[in-house]
């Protein structure tokens, strides 16, 4: 059974750098893209961006130039960080696997405030 | 982007009851392969999203056949045949045709 298990800061400030990460358990890491998604109630669900095993990477244009996404294969683990956030960041992000989305982690809620 | 709308945003069903839900996509999800690349997901309180249906009718592992979806094109549809009290929660479509990979805004089941 895959699980997926997430962690990193929940509570920053405006300008910094957020930074996830996401652990793969009970299956294989390749040949499969992996996701990074977020919900705030506002903007509802939002696809960040995706990986896949040899570090091949696609972002939402709408963050492009402030996300990068990597990936450890020794660890089965991918990351994620995120530049200069401020409160429109706030949310909880998801890791997920991609392709249908049928494996998600349990959520971290970042919060930005000063 | 692909503009993901559903309807209605709240819906209040009676246990036993059927329940449907509508999705339409702001260009056709249909690709040369013939499959749909729309997908339905089931957040419940407290958790994440959880897949239901891939492919646009395909159920996921171990979701209940009282759930089916159908559709063609740009509109969608997922029917609950009798609605249980386990199905409360946030019901939300998903374009997988292309990235970024958009999600409608959410159908809140509730029980009366």
């Known amino acids: 059974q895959v699980q997926l298990q997430q962690w990193g800061a929940g509570l920053l400030k405006p300008s910094e750098t957020l930074s996830l990460t996401c652990a793969v358990y009970g299956g294989s890491f390749s040949p499969y893209y992996w996701t990074w998604l977020r919900q705030t109630p506002g903007k509802g669900l939002e696809w960040i961006g995706q990986?896949?095993?040899?570090?091949?990477?696609k972002y939402n244009p709408s963050l492009k130039s402030r996300v990068t996404i990597s990936v450890d294969t020794s660890k089965n683990q991918l990351s994620l960080q995120l530049t200069s956030v401020t409160a429109a960041d706030t949310a909880v992000y998801y890791c997920?696997?991609?392709?249908?989305?049928?494996?998600w982690g349990q959520g971290t809620l970042v919060t930005v405030s000063s | 982007d692909i503009v993901m709308t559903q309807s209605p945003p709240s819906l209040p069903v009676t246990p036993g009851e059927p329940a449907s839900i509508s999705c339409r996509s702001s260009?056709?999800?249909?690709?040369?392969?013939?499959?749909?690349?729309l997908n339905w997901y089931l957040q419940k309180p407290g958790q994440s999203p959880q897949l239901l249906i891939h492919l646009g009718s395909h159920r996921a592992s171990g979701v209940p056949d009282r759930f089916s979806a159908s559709g063609s094109g740009t509109d969608f549809t997922l029917k609950i045949s009798r609605v249980e009290a386990e199905d409360v929660g946030v019901f939300y479509c998903?374009?997988?045709?292309?990235?970024?990979?958009?999600f409608g805004q959410g159908t809140k089941l509730e029980i009366k």
């Open positions: 990986i896949d095993h040899r570090g091949n990477t």
């Open positions: 997920a696997r991609d392709g249908d989305f049928d494996y």
């Open positions: 260009q056709s999800l249909l690709r040369d392969n013939g499959y749909i690349y």
């Open positions: 998903m374009q997988a045709l292309q990235t970024p990979y958009t």
